[in-house]
């Protein structure tokens, strides 16, 4: 991500690490941090807990975790971001959709 947006200048990137969920989603909603990698899906969480939240964009997931409990379904992990802006959500959508394309056409640099 950081390397397409500002070509390799890794002096132009801040990686942050939260541990806990709810404070990470705080950061992206109040402009702390731009993107959440390894987000959690959730509807709650894409469409807003209050009518005044706009809720959060989530891209394709690019990582399941574990079946939990009887709904046999694991946890889907992928970017997050605001929904504010429609241009950075689709950037962020074609970057994860495009490692899913060159991994099916074998493309390795």
């Known amino acids: 991500l950081s390397a397409s947006i500002f070509q390799g200048d890794a002096s132009k990137v801040n990686i942050v690490r939260i541990n806990d969920p709810?404070?990470?989603?705080?950061a992206?909603?109040?402009g702390t941090v731009d993107v959440l990698s390894g987000a959690s899906i959730s509807f709650?969480?894409?469409?807003g807990s209050k009518p005044s939240e706009s809720g959060f964009f989530?891209?394709?997931?690019?990582?399941?975790?574990?079946?939990?409990?009887?709904?046999?379904?694991?946890d889907a992990f992928a970017l997050a971001t605001k929904q504010d802006d429609p241009q950075w959500c689709g950037f962020l959508y074609?970057?994860?959709?495009s490692t899913f394309y060159a991994?099916?056409?074998n493309i390795t640099q």
């Open 44 to 47: 709650q969480k894409d469409v």
């Open 103 to 105: 991994e099916e056409q």
């Open 28 to 30: 992206l909603a109040n």
């Open 94 to 97: 074609c970057l994860v959709t």
């Open 58 to 74: 989530f891209t394709q997931p690019f990582f399941y975790g574990p079946q939990n409990g009887d709904n046999n379904f694991g």
């Open 22 to 26: 709810e404070q990470s989603y705080a």
